[in-house]
């Protein structure tokens, strides 16, 4: 198998952060994050949808994504996820669980988000650790100050673990983010099956 598509079966999945937000209720709420691939025709090649929502609120999520996924060109086992916007992401809210919802999905409405790809590299065998790009150039609006995005990640077959903090671009100093560590998330959900060996052909026919 690919490894570029061993990765996007490791990561496609809906993970929950029941157990962290059971322990310890007064830091961490309960928080569900959703990879969904995409149709391949969106990129002409592997892509995901995904979205982060409160566990009480699964058609309102605070964060959305549209990616495409591709492999490094230069760094072996080491995969990018390109961001992008979406003009309109409230209809495609809720898409994670219900991807009927992609069908309303148009390339020509997504807006590349510079800056803000995440690279991920191979730790060992389906096991991934992944940070923004660098250069800090992936800006975030928080509480009307703009600042930069430190993401950090790490993805296994069976979990989700990362932390999110913003910067101020001019003195560095951290504004937003969790103040309690990471946060921990377990795969209950696996739809790393819907990446089928039809994508292996459609890869491979496209190349030629």
């Not at 496609?12 to 990879?35: L, M, T, V």
């Not at 691939?37 to 994504?65: C, M, V």
């Not at 060992?124 to 990640?153: A, F, H, W």
Request: glycine share 8%.
């Amino acid at each position: 198998m690919d490894s570029i598509l061993e990765f996007a079966q490791t990561l496609a999945g809906i993970y929950d952060n029941f157990a962290q937000s059971q322990q310890n209720p007064k830091d961490f709420a309960r928080i569900n994050i959703i990879f969904r691939p995409l149709p391949w025709g969106i990129f002409d090649g592997p892509g995901f949808y995904s979205e982060q929502h409160y566990d009480y609120a699964p058609w309102s999520p605070y964060r959305q994504g549209v990616h495409k996924l591709i492999a490094h060109k230069e760094i072996s086992n080491t995969f990018i996820m390109e961001n992008f916007g979406y003009a309109d992401p409230m209809r495609l809210a809720g898409a994670g669980r219900n991807p009927e919802l992609l069908a309303s999905l148009k390339k020509e409405n997504l807006k590349a988000r510079c800056g803000c790809a995440m690279h991920f590299k191979t730790k060992k065998n389906r096991e991934y650790i992944g940070s923004v790009e660098p250069g800090k150039r992936c800006m975030i609006p928080r509480d009307g100050q703009l600042t930069y995005l430190v993401s950090e990640v790490e993805v296994t077959q069976e979990s989700w673990t990362s932390r999110d903090r913003g910067y101020d671009p001019d003195t560095n100093k951290q504004i937003w983010g969790s103040e309690h560590g990471q946060l921990i998330f377990k795969k209950v959900a696996d739809i790393g099956e819907t990446i089928s060996n039809d994508w292996i052909i459609k890869k491979r026919s496209h190349e030629r």
